[in-house]
């Protein structure tokens, strides 16, 4: 057993005779193509060298994966090796998280010996926060992106179009801030939310864009926007009603729901606007990935039927439904993207065969699930399935042992072929409207993410985990962070997620009556 409590659980590790010490006075040696890794642990060390004393070195190693990473301590000092920046980052975040543990006398960590030799499960490790319900700011993005990176997670998915607001600045179409990011504050009265009316008007300037991936990328981390399309689009809609199939007055929405306001895919001009649009997004993120969303456009499907330059489009391209419609506009959307070389993802309850292979897969609706395991032989697959990781859930649905113990084999998607690239966590906002209500949302149950998305099956034990968490638990206390001490058995219904959670450590109380209507 390792001595330190290291979430996410390194995957070989073997103790060691010896120690070593860490003081004031350790060097931290790297190479320029490691110093990210250096900075991560010098600021926390606050070194000032002097030679002599030992170090802690990075070195490069050819052939191994690209995050795998290996740390050997010895009397004779700490030696982490990698063959690319990613590997000597996490050697480093592991390494940090045992010096925070180490014993400690006059200001020197004394580090028994040890030896790990670790890679990630899965390349993709995301968790995803929705700012268009609920805007929190950079400074609890930047906060929440430390964590991620302590926990290993490398995508940071930034939900910033929906049907409640456009949080991304837009220079070429200023009315998308000016009437789409704004909303009159009603509908979500009496469960414990803080907004009552008045007006809730938020969006990122470029320029905290920009200083929010660079922070990001500084811990390793990709992020990965989304601007949802063709559905989910009251917002945009708001500001230049004449890309719907039948314009009329639309408004960003405080109500939850599904809604028919979606992009007309007959119209040409439509998708000059996307082009035009995309084109001033894109440069803003460094991340290889763009997430173009799709979900839940059924309703605009049904007046896509009736409108006439939608007709004129299935039948010019020979497309059986408005299904196919959606399939060719996503692939429209796609090739846009190709020329900002960007990657597009998918939610899944859209894609079918009608859609380019180059489109990432996110799944998240079980009801779907043939499907995407039919689709995971020919396009890349994301796994956010609702029952496990929509962290918006109360925890009576989805309890820290729940997400700690999906099974991707269980669930169909550990097959030979299949293009599984990662798991991914969701954090809805329609009921979380503070940071404080945020992290009790968000934790623990993003470590048991964490581990799920680096450490192989058959290295996990739940029980194990919660050893391990109770350090955390002690972090998080000492970082303020109002992580949920909720218990309970897992519900199985996930039409029962919508559920605002407190600020007291405690679920928003329902009345008897919902309560009973639930049950």
């Known amino acids: 057993m ?39 642990l010098t600021d926390y060390l606050r070194t000032k060298p002097v030679k002599g004393e030992g170090a802690i070195k990075f070195q490069k190693v050819a052939g191994m994966e690209n995050e795998a990473y290996s740390i050997s301590v ?4 700490i030696m982490i090796k990698a063959s690319s920046s990613s ?94 990011s704004k909303r009159e504050y009603a509908g979500l009265e009496g469960l414990g939310l803080k907004h009552r009316g008045g007006e809730y008007f938020y969006y990122y300037k470029q320029d905290e864009i920009k200083n929010i991936v660079a922070y990001a990328a500084k811990l390793n981390i990709e992020v990965i926007p989304e601007i949802d399309l063709p559905g989910h689009a009251s917002a945009l809609l708001a500001a230049y009603p004449e890309f719907a199939c039948k314009p009329r007055e639309f408004k960003p929405t405080c109500e939850n729901g599904i809604f028919d306001a979606a992009i007309c895919p007959g119209n040409e001009d439509a998708y000059d606007f996307i082009d035009k649009l995309f084109s001033e997004i894109c440069p803003l993120f460094t991340s290889t990935h763009f997430h173009i969303g799709g979900d839940e456009a059924s309703k605009g499907h049904k007046i896509w039927d009736d409108c006439p330059k939608c007709r004129a489009a299935k039948e010019k391209n020979r497309l059986k439904n408005s299904k196919e419609l959606q399939g060719y506009y996503m692939t429209r959307i796609g090739e846009i993207l190709k020329k900002y070389s960007k990657t597009p993802i998918a939610w899944n309850d859209c894609i079918n065969d009608s859609f380019s292979p180059d489109i990432t897969c996110q799944y998240w609706l079980p009801s779907n699930s043939g499907e995407v395991k039919r689709q995971s032989y020919k396009r890349d697959i994301i796994l956010s399935p609702t029952a496990y990781f929509y962290f918006d859930c109360k925890y009576s649905v989805i309890s820290l042992k729940k997400v700690y113990k999906y099974n991707t084999v269980k669930s169909g998607f550990g097959k030979s072929g299949q293009r599984v690239i990662g798991i991914e966590a969701e954090m809805w906002t329609e009921w979380v409207d503070s940071e404080r209500a945020l992290e009790f949302s968000v934790y623990p149950r993003i470590l048991a993410l964490s581990e799920v998305a680096w450490t192989n099956l058959e290295n996990r034990r739940y029980k194990d985990f919660l050893r391990r968490l109770e350090w955390y638990k002690t972090y998080l206390r000492k970082k303020g962070i109002n992580y949920s001490r909720v218990t309970g058995k897992s519900g199985i219904s996930v039409s029962k997620t919508i559920y605002h959670m407190g600020e007291d450590g405690k679920e928003f109380k329902l009345s008897e009556k919902r309560r009973e209507a639930e049950n």
């Open 2 to 40: 390792l001595k330190y409590n290291i979430i996410p659980k390194p995957n070989n590790y073997t103790s060691k005779d010896g120690t070593y010490v860490i003081s004031s006075n350790t060097e931290v040696l790297c190479s320029p193509e490691f110093v990210s890794a250096g900075r991560y």
């Open 74 to 77: 010895s009397t004779d000092g």
């Open 87 to 180: 590997g000597a980052f996490y050697g480093a975040v592991t390494l940090k998280a045992i010096i925070m543990q180490a014993e400690k006398t006059d200001g020197r960590a004394v580090i028994n010996g040890l030896y790990i030799s670790d890679k990630p499960a899965f390349k993709y490790r995301g968790f995803m926060l929705d700012e268009c319900r609920h805007f929190f700011g950079t400074e609890a993005v930047k906060k929440l992106l430390d964590n991620m990176a302590m926990l290993k997670l490398n995508k940071f998915h930034w939900h910033l179009s929906d049907d409640q607001g456009f949080r991304i600045e837009s220079k070429l179409f200023p009315r998308l801030n000016e009437i789409g």
